[in-house]
């Protein structure tokens, strides 16, 4: 039973356009978020994170909405480039006692040129 | 400052056998945490030691097993190889826990 669900595999987006990732979790236990990136033969790295305390968090062009209400999340790049392109990673955990992080399974996100 | 390491990059193994990866966490991570990543399913939590001790197990079998040494550096193991065992391996190091991960860039297993 996946608790944290990312039901696009793959995203192609223009240049210059903004690009939408989004992940949905099931365990209202959750209260912490964060997303990552993973390149090709590198570990995923940390992108940006949020706390159910708030609905949105932005760091350059890099943006995290919460929907605490509809247990959804979304990742805004603007504007894209083709260096964006990569896996995207939505992780989750009960910040509390979280000794673990769960994670989606990923989006593909294609930027063309 | 260097970042996690992880050995070997790459191993084949036949199904039967057993594997060890390791990985050697920043200096002064003293929490080292395993994933295992296989496509479609993103990545799973396997176990997580600070301090020498397994602090958090995931949901995977007994095969499963790993320890972590003094130095922080710490080792998985993979006992009676199944196919199903073919996947990137992870390591993740941290000051404490799983905020503020660093990861390797992993191993890949493959399993024939």
């Known amino acids: 039973d996946q608790q944290v669900k990312q039901n696009s595999p793959s995203l192609s987006v223009q240049e210059g356009r903004i690009s939408i990732l989004n992940c949905d979790y099931t365990n209202s236990m959750f209260d912490y978020f964060l997303w990552y990136k993973k390149y090709p033969a590198e570990g995923p790295t940390f992108l940006i994170s949020i706390s159910s305390i708030k609905d949105k968090n932005e760091d350059g062009r890099f943006t995290v909405f919460l929907n605490k209400s509809a247990k959804h999340l979304s990742l805004h790049i603007v504007p894209s480039q083709p260096g964006d392109s990569a896996v995207y990673f939505c992780a989750a955990s009960e910040r509390g006692s979280a000794r673990q992080l769960t994670f989606g399974s990923g989006t593909q996100l294609t930027v063309l040129p | 400052k260097a970042g996690v390491t992880q050995t070997p990059r790459y191993l084949i193994k036949t199904r039967g056998q057993q594997v060890t990866l390791s990985c050697s966490p920043i200096?002064?991570?003293?929490?080292v945490s395993w994933y295992q990543q296989t496509p479609g399913q993103g990545l799973q939590f396997l176990f997580e030691y600070f301090s020498e001790t397994q602090r958090n197990k995931g949901n995977f079998p007994g095969r499963f097993s790993g320890r972590q040494f003094s130095n922080s550096r710490s080792e998985m193991n993979v006992s009676t190889l199944e196919l199903g065992d073919s996947a990137l391996y992870l390591c993740?190091?941290?000051?404490?826990?799983?905020?503020?991960?660093?990861f390797g860039s992993g191993t890949r297993l493959t399993v024939v």
């Open positions: 200096s002064g991570h003293r929490s």
């Open positions: 993740a190091s941290s000051p404490d826990g799983p905020y503020g991960y660093t």
